[in-house]
């Protein structure tokens, strides 16, 4: 794991990062977000999103960093009492349990998918604490609203305009001196060619059936600060999503046995796990996890 300093580097121009776009699938998001363990109801196992298959299967953290990263995150941005707290995509709930212990004076989570809203609705208690379904691009948040932004596991999927408007809009709901953390999937290091760029993005969309765009380190940090948010902080780790060390301290010895006991009995989605296990595996040296906290400016 490491702390990066602030270093300057080769940035690709917005044309630049549109080609690669083109080249790898089209994002889709799945019809909901069910997680039963029944996965005779879903549909074709070869061509689901691998985020939904692995929730399905069992697996409940599914951050690129695993909870190390999360919990780096939720200490940076030190949410206390006084916080209101908006969570972008905040899929099966698992942060939203670390943040809602932490008591902040408000929760919203802000999530396009209906199944995951509901989810995320059953864990509120009280009437400050809610989940609407609406889009991180535009949450129709009012301005100068929130005290804190978190995103998780998403932004890598959004296309390079779409990545933009959603940090504008993170800035836009944050009031002065608020903070946005983001977790997400990242290339390294920060002069990778931009040809070996475009070849692990297409590794990984065929792979996990998504469009992934995980961005540099460096690129990360212009994304964030284009928008005007200055960046305080940022940790790299492994992206050890599907090694068995991280899955034990994501999932628990329970929560690992019941995954691999779905996995063993269905050949299907047990060649789609190890498709996608050594896609990360060949690529382990140009990938990893990034949490980055930035603040908006004061007035």
């Known amino acids: 794991m490491s702390d990066i300093p602030h270093t300057p580097s080769h940035t690709p121009s917005p044309a630049e990062q549109d080609a690669v776009a083109s080249k790898v699938s089209k994002r889709g998001n799945p019809p909901n977000l069910d997680t039963s363990p029944n996965l005779d109801t879903l549909p074709n196992l070869d061509k689901v999103p691998g985020h939904w298959l692995l929730a399905r299967l069992g697996k409940r953290v599914l951050r690129p960093g695993g909870r190390e990263l999360t919990s780096y995150l939720l200490a940076k941005l030190n949410i206390t009492p006084s916080d209101d707290v908006v969570e972008f995509a905040p899929g099966l709930g698992v942060t939203t349990r670390d943040i809602l212990e932490r008591q902040p004076a408000s929760y919203t989570g802000v ?36 005290d804190v932004v978190m995103g998780e596991a998403f932004l890598t999927m ?11 809009e993170a800035f836009r709901i944050l009031r002065p001196g608020g903070r946005y953390g983001l977790h997400e999937l990242c290339l390294r290091p920060d002069d990778m060619p931009l040809a070996l760029q475009d070849d692990v993005r297409r590794d990984l969309a065929k792979a996990i059936r998504v469009n992934a765009q995980p ?6 940090r212009a994304l964030v600060t284009s928008v005007g948010f200055e960046v305080e902080a940022v940790r790299t780790v492994d992206m050890g ?22 996995v063993l009995r269905k050949p299907a989605a047990r060649r789609r796990v190890l498709t996608m296990r050594a896609t990360f595996q060949r690529h382990a040296p140009q990938l990893g996890a990034v949490g980055l906290v930035a603040r908006k400016p004061l007035d």
């Open 158 to 168: 959004q296309s390079p305009s779409h990545k933009a408007k959603i940090v504008a």
């Open 241 to 262: 999503l599907l090694r068995p060390k991280r899955l034990i301290q994501d999932e628990g010895l329970a929560g690992v046995l019941r995954i691999v006991f779905n």
């Open 215 to 220: 961005l540099t380190v460096a690129d990360w």
């Open 111 to 146: 999530e396009q998918n209906a199944a995951a809203v509901a989810v995320v609705n059953k864990l509120q208690g009280a009437a400050n604490q809610r989940c609407l379904q609406a889009s991180a691009q535009d949450s129709e948040l009012p301005a100068n609203s929130a």
